[in-house]
């Protein structure tokens, strides 16, 4: 079962508007939340990321938001602009004794921001 | 300063035939992971080291193998590629929240 999904395979925002990115998660054990851009042929870039003690963070243009008791996220990216057109991947954190950490992806949402 | 550095970038293989990919890390990071990347499927874990002299199945660790070397290098080991193989593999490293991303290595499985 996908612990982390994104509903949205795609989505199309004209250049200067809001894209809002969406991904919903099941297991309340997550203590941290990311998001992650990805271009293609590159690795994944690391976002922004979202203690589940909070319910929102900022950084320039890029804003998540948490609701825990829907478990829900959203990114915010204002205004976009074309080179944000790549895949966004939301991520949950579970820590594990030991100190080490495992990343769950959702599959991934293609935003694409045209002119 | 590297970051997370992965060779090869692209590989070709016939059904059966063996390959390590290598990945390399210059942050002194405890922890590191292979992933694949599917269509569709986002990433999955294959394998992972939580510190230097350990290492752990993740997700979908069936036909690989894993070693790792010293803290910085962490390598992956297909001992008889299938063709459900085919997939684009991402090493990472673990910092404070964040993990850090190599560029990927594209396999190809004919």
């Known amino acids: 079962d996908q612990q982390v999904k994104q509903n949205s395979p795609s989505l199309s925002v004209q250049e200067g508007r809001i894209s809002i990115l969406n991904c919903d998660y099941t297991?309340?054990?997550?203590?941290?939340f990311l998001w992650y851009k990805k271009y293609p042929a590159e690795g994944p870039t690391f976002l922004i990321s979202?203690?589940?003690?909070?319910d929102k963070n900022e950084d320039g243009r890029f804003t998540v938001f948490l609701n825990k008791s829907a478990k829900h996220l959203s990114l915010h990216i204002v205004p976009s602009q074309p080179g944000d057109s790549a895949v966004y991947f939301c991520?949950?954190?579970?820590?594990?004794?030991?100190?080490?950490?495992?990343?769950?992806f959702g599959a991934g949402t293609r935003l694409a921001v045209h002119p | 300063n590297a970051g997370v550095t992965q060779t090869p970038k692209f590989q070709v293989l016939k059904t059966g035939q063996s390959m390590t990919l290598q990945c390399a890390q210059d942050?002194?990071?405890?922890?590191m992971y292979w992933y694949r990347q599917d269509p569709g499927m986002g990433l999955r874990l294959i394998y992972y080291?939580?510190?230097?002299?350990?290492?752990d199945k993740g997700e979908v660790p069936n036909g690989y193998n894993v070693s790792r070397l010293n803290k910085r290098e962490f390598s992956l080991r297909l001992e008889s590629a299938a063709p459900s193989q085919t997939s684009v593999y991402f090493c990472?490293?673990?910092?404070?929240?964040?993990?850090?991303f190599g560029p990927g290595t594209r396999l190809t499985v004919t």
């Open positions: 942050m002194n990071h405890n922890s």
């Open positions: 979202i203690s589940s003690i909070k």
């Open positions: 080291s939580a510190s230097e002299g350990t290492t």
């Open positions: 991520a949950a954190r579970a820590v594990f004794s030991g100190g080490y950490n495992k990343l769950i």
């Open positions: 990472a490293s673990s910092g404070q929240i964040e993990q850090y």
């Open positions: 297991n309340s054990m997550f203590d941290y």
